[in-house]
């Protein structure tokens, strides 16, 4: 058991624990000491996304780092998969992202990756968590090794060339018109901008952020907004970023969602087609359908299954040799790209699709018909309830009642006091029963 990092970094309501102006103090000392090796001048890069909290978790930070000797870049509002970009570009020992992803506003994080863009493993925040709990007052810098900070400049431009890139040469946007809710999170700026640059005709909106108005009523967990504006001005496709844009739920032209199982199918299908594929298969985690692996499996691909995370759906596919990877909730991993989930680029390789087949997103974007699926999210407040007899019974009877043509996946939340009990089969009376008899089980326990 961690006493800080969850699934994706360190999470919380801000300015209460861990989301602490000393928390965040102490995070960036301990992180400093711990990836910091050599005689070189070290350096970290810090994005952030829109949240009101973001000026005080970055200036704990800043101090925490400087404090050790570690000279900071700031980055100002930024997509989460432009900061590893950058930590890898601007040659820095660590990249920070402060955001909470699709949480709402009163909810900050803090996100790290290491000199190679990719985020730090278990066992590096294991060794972060253990310096947070000792005195480092006498490994603090003195005199002139004390850290600089510094604003960098252009680096949202860096990173849209840096995107543009991948998209192919010999296509383009024209003609294409692009509804794109930025969830008034970090992407505000740069999702429009590189959408426009490459000819499309863009509708931006949720791109006003206040501070307080990051994921609310916008983005990739509320989509109502962008499927209104997608039907008003007769869009060909919407997409819906999330907070900090490391994930994406697209709209097809009749406002239907796209989520991110469907895009790994049509991806799957269309890397296997141009030999693009590192692996004869897909990496995605224990939550997607059932319908996504036997459509991989009809086209002769595996889906390798990992924890919830794309933390965990990276690893895999870096041990194993995959360049595919992804969740249901919209991360897509493009390695030979990105070392992270990133919603922009995902939805410009979607788009290349689109755009080589000439057919409209209804028909590329919807693979297979997914496998009926119940998700419930049960609270508790305290102890272990997974561990009860009566849970652990209700299980085991769930798995016997769907056999072999369903699932069961029942996880703790890594970010909330919840139990996610998840089922899936052919048949969805059964499963919604079999749910609901896990669901009960646990409230009784919890």
């Known amino acids: 058991m961690r006493t800080y990092f969850g699934t994706d970094g360190i999470r919380g309501q801000a300015n209460r624990w861990p989301m602490t102006p000393d928390v965040a103090l102490k995070v960036g000392m301990a992180t400093g000491l711990a990836l910091s090796n050599g005689d070189q001048q070290h350096r970290v890069v810090i994005g952030k996304d829109t949240r009101l909290s973001c000026y005080m978790i970055e200036n704990a930070l800043v101090a925490g780092f400087t404090a050790v000797g570690v000279d900071v870049f700031l980055l100002g509002p930024m997509p989460t998969p432009a900061v590893a970009m950058l930590t890898r570009s601007l040659r820095a020992d660590i990249g920070v992202m402060i955001s909470a992803s699709h949480n709402a506003f009163d909810d900050n994080g803090i996100k790290i990756f290491g000199p190679d863009g990719y985020k730090l493993s278990d066992n590096a925040e294991k060794q972060i968590e253990e310096l947070m709990q000792q005195d480092l007052s006498r490994r603090l810098a003195t005199g002139a090794d004390i850290g600089r900070a510094q604003r960098l400049d252009g680096v949202h431009d860096r990173y849209i060339e840096y995107i543009k890139r991948t998209f192919p040469r010999e296509l383009d946007l024209d003609g294409v018109r692009v509804v794109v809710d930025c969830a008034n999170g970090a992407g505000y700026k740069v999702a429009p901008e590189v959408l426009w640059e490459l000819g499309a005709e863009v509708v931006a909106i949720g791109n006003q952020p206040n501070g307080t108005n990051i994921n609310l009523d916008c983005g990739s967990t509320s989509l109502a907004q962008v499927r209104a504006k997608v039907a008003e001005v007769r869009a060909d496709i919407g997409i819906a970023l999330d907070g900090d844009a490391d994930r994406l739920i697209v709209i097809d032209e009749k406002g239907r969602p796209v989520d991110g199982d469907q ?29 996504l692996e036997r459509y991989l499996d009809g086209l002769g691909l595996s889906l390798a299954r990992t924890k919830v995370g794309d933390r965990y759906v990276v690893e895999h596919m870096r041990a194993n ?55 419930k999210n049960v609270r508790y407040n305290g102890g272990k309830p997974l561990e009860d007899e009566i849970v652990i019974k209700a299980i085991d009877q769930g798995r016997g009642r769907l056999g072999n043509g369903g699932r069961l996946v029942i996880r703790p939340s890594g970010t909330e006091p919840l139990i996610r009990v998840m089922g899936e089969g052919d048949d969805a009376i059964l499963v919604q029963s079999v749910v609901d008899d896990i669901a009960t089980a646990v409230t009784q326990a919890a």
Request: aromatic share 4%; proline share 5%; glycine share 12%.
């Open 263 to 291: 895009l790994l199918a049509v991806l799957g299908a269309s890397w296997k087609d141009a030999n693009r594929l590192a692996a004869p298969g897909v990496v995605a985690t224990v939550m997607s359908n059932l319908g």
């Open 321 to 375: 040799g995959y360049n595919l990877g992804g969740e249901q909730s919209g991360h897509i991993v493009l390695a030979d790209y990105s070392t992270t989930g990133d919603g922009l680029l995902a939805a410009l390789e979607i788009l290349s699709v689109v755009a080589a087949t000439g057919k409209p997103v209804s028909e590329v974007c919807h693979r297979f018909e997914p496998v009926p699926q119940i998700l």
